[in-house]
């Protein structure tokens, strides 16, 4: 049984530029959750999709969007990048009515804004 | 609004001593808590877990119990190891709609053979 997956494993891009991330959620999964951990920091929720939609959202601005997609698997897309994206980017993946809302997290993407 | 507040790392140990690392959390309604734990280099893994009032979560040795009354949920081993060496997250989580974990800063702990 695959667990979650994510894509790419590091990235580097420039100021001002644009990133895709992908995440494939644990099989029997149905909810996808982001998460920003910045260095020597606690992971912040950035926001959650359920059914293709987002169902609720962190304090983040909206260069930060996402999308889900009918297999459940998701994508975040961060636009105008600034050196302080610069973080480890982490998926989690849930099922709706599981127990106790647990939720699996990705080995996350290390992106690094230059 | 809710968050959760861990001790200031890092912890630095001898193999087989014991382990406790304090969690506190404030919040307004009666969330689900979790310790989480991340090695270098990798993602977070779910350690234990608790769901309500009293509840005690165990895993691989380590245990915590919800306290409603100190709002706390500290993290205790009885005897480490090196490979226990890692970052410890305390986090907590509502259910339902608001089904998203608000993490402590993280705790690393540093095990010396």
């Known amino acids: 049984d695959a667990g979650v997956t994510q894509s790419p494993t590091h990235l580097i891009k420039t100021r001002g530029q644009q990133v895709t991330l992908r995440c494939s959620p644990k099989?029997?999964?149905?909810?996808v959750s982001w998460y920003q951990q910045a260095l020597g920091q606690g992971p912040q929720f950035i926001f959650q999709?359920?059914?293709?939609?987002?169902?609720q959202r962190g304090n983040f601005p909206d260069r930060f969007s996402g999308h889900q997609f009918p297999n459940y698997s998701s994508e975040l897309n961060v636009n105008a990048l600034l050196l302080g994206d610069s973080a480890l980017y982490l998926c989690a993946s849930s099922h709706e009515f599981g127990l106790v809302y647990e939720q699996y997290f990705g080995p996350g993407t290390r992106l690094t804004v230059t | 609004g809710d968050s959760v507040t861990q001790m200031e790392g890092p912890v630095t140990l001898s193999e087989e001593a014991f382990l406790t690392i304090n969690c506190t959390y404030t919040?307004?309604?009666?969330?689900?808590l979790f310790w989480y734990v991340q090695y270098p280099g990798e993602g977070l893994q779910l350690l234990l877990k608790?769901?309500?009032?009293?509840d005690k979560g165990s895993n691989k040795g380590f245990e915590a119990t919800y306290r409603k009354e100190t709002t706390s949920f500290h993290l205790e081993k009885g005897s480490v190891q090196v490979s226990d060496s890692a970052v410890y997250f305390c986090a907590l989580l509502y259910g339902g709609a608001t089904n998203k974990l608000i993490f402590g800063t993280g705790t690393l702990l540093a095990v010396q053979p």
């Open positions: 608790a769901t309500k009032a009293d």
């Open positions: 999709y359920y059914e293709e939609e987002e169902r």
């Open positions: 099989s029997g999964h149905d909810t």
């Open positions: 919040a307004t309604g009666y969330p689900s």
